[in-house]
């Protein structure tokens, strides 16, 4: 059944929400046939909502609002969760803020450091040995 406005169409399916306990992951899911992938197979599909900042289906605000409606209706439900960012230039921060876990900014170079490699300050190239490297370039 579809109806709408001018401007926009609304479709309606149905979809059912599953709780993976073990994965602290939720899902919204239909097999509505008329859904398929781009070879027209493999009906319906999932989207899911998880509480992990490290998860790309962090989605804190929206796992909260289904775990709500799973306990209204009486189903097993997490524990709502604090509702931080998903901005994934400011994950790192979140997942500091809820793990205690500190990682690498996203899109930051590496630590060469923790490779043990050096970094020229004359020619800023990544070097294995930064006392080889200024011995055989006659620049740095
Ligand atoms: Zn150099």
Not at 28 to 41: A, H, K, S
Request: aromatic letters at 6%.
């Amino acid at each position: 059944m579809s109806s709408g406005t001018s401007a926009f169409k609304r479709v309606e399916i149905t979809v059912e929400i599953f709780y993976d306990q073990p994965d602290q992951s939720i899902s919204l899911v239909t097999d509505d046939g008329r859904m398929t992938d781009e070879n027209g197979q493999r009906p319906g599909f999932r989207v899911t909502f998880n509480a992990n900042p490290k998860s790309a289906d962090y989605n804190p605000a929206n796992f909260n609002r289904l775990a709500r409606l799973l306990r209204a209706e009486g189903r097993p439900a997490p524990a709502e969760v604090p509702v931080k960012q998903r901005q994934l230039n400011r994950r790192s921060t979140v997942i500091a803020e809820l793990t205690g876990e500190q990682v690498r900014p996203t899109g930051q170079p590496a630590d060469t450091t923790l490779l043990g490699w050096a970094i020229c300050p004359t020619c800023t190239a990544v070097v294995v040995n930064l006392a080889k490297h200024k011995g055989v370039s006659a620049a740095c």
